[in-house]
């Protein structure tokens, strides 16, 4: 069982990675071999809708993005994990999810699974905290995940949010978001 972390915070240590590092650790814990990316040390350009992946279903443009489709294809297991950023996941993130437009294509136009063969479906957990306590805060952001898991073919296996939570590192005050986020990395193996 192959877990992939993507964290989406250009915040090194903040709230976010903390939590996937805790979901990561709880995936290990369960035999998991674990991989993470840190989308903001990586150079991933946004899509620039050439439609050059139209007929191939690969991006053209040769950046970090193309290592990033070869982790995406090889894993079993997906965490996501963003801030809020203006009501929606982070610029790093979106990036990296609209350069997945490739394999929008390869699933919807060229009829093949976007992420490879597999037996076993793939499953997707997401990570989010945001600075205030607004009621629908996570909801754009829950939107864009959950359409990208959609056209991966990645299953939905929710989601760890915490409103209210800023400062860096402030998760760590919370009284049970690690442990929850360990646990969560756990089940997410063994589901
Ligand atoms: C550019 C930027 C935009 C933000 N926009 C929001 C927002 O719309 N709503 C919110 O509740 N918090 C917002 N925040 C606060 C972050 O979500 C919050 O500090 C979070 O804990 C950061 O997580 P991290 O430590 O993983 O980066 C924003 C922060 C930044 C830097």
Request: charged share 25%.
């Amino acid at each position: 069982m192959r877990v992939l972390g993507i964290a989406g915070s250009p915040r090194r240590g903040g709230n976010t990675d903390r939590l996937l590092a805790e979901v990561m650790k709880g995936a290990a814990n369960q035999g998991a071999e674990t991989k993470t990316i840190v989308l903001s040390r990586l150079k991933i350009a946004p899509c620039q809708h050439c439609d050059a992946c139209l007929e191939t279903g690969r991006c053209k443009v040769k950046d970090d993005m193309q290592m990033v489709y070869g982790e995406l294809e090889r894993a079993d297991r997906i965490v996501l994990a963003s801030p809020i950023h203006f009501m929606g996941v982070t610029a790093q993130a979106k990036a990296m999810i609209d350069r997945c437009q490739a394999l929008w294509v390869r699933k919807y136009r060229l009829k093949q699974p976007p992420l490879g063969n597999r037996q076993v479906p793939r499953k997707g957990l997401f990570i989010s905290v945001g600075g205030t306590k607004l009621a629908n805060l996570f909801e754009p952001a829950l939107a864009t995940v959950k359409s990208l898991f959609r056209v991966l073919d990645i299953a939905y296996a929710g989601e760890l949010l915490f409103s209210g939570v800023d400062e860096k590192g402030a998760i760590a005050k919370h009284p049970d978001a690690l442990y929850n986020a360990f646990l969560a990395g756990q089940r997410l193996v063994e589901e």
